[in-house]
């Protein structure tokens, strides 16, 4: 997922109901966002949320 000149790349284990985006500028790993969920894999919007919360952390 590309937005506002961030990569983002979602990773996430099913067993232990973890994940975690890694975010990318410039095709280099500058952050690692680390997330819990349900289910059979991370639900869209809240994979959506997260990028939203991180994008308006880093432009204040």
Not at 19 to 37: K, M, N, P, S
Not at 46 to 55: P, R
């Amino acid at each position: 997922m590309e937005r506002d000149g961030y990569i983002f790349d979602i990773e996430y284990s099913v067993i232990q109901q973890k994940g975690a985006l890694h975010v990318y500028r410039d095709g280099v790993l500058i952050d690692e966002v680390t997330f819990h969920f349900t289910g059979k894999k991370p639900n869209e919007q809240q994979i959506e949320s997260l990028i939203d919360h991180y994008i308006d952390q880093r432009s204040d």
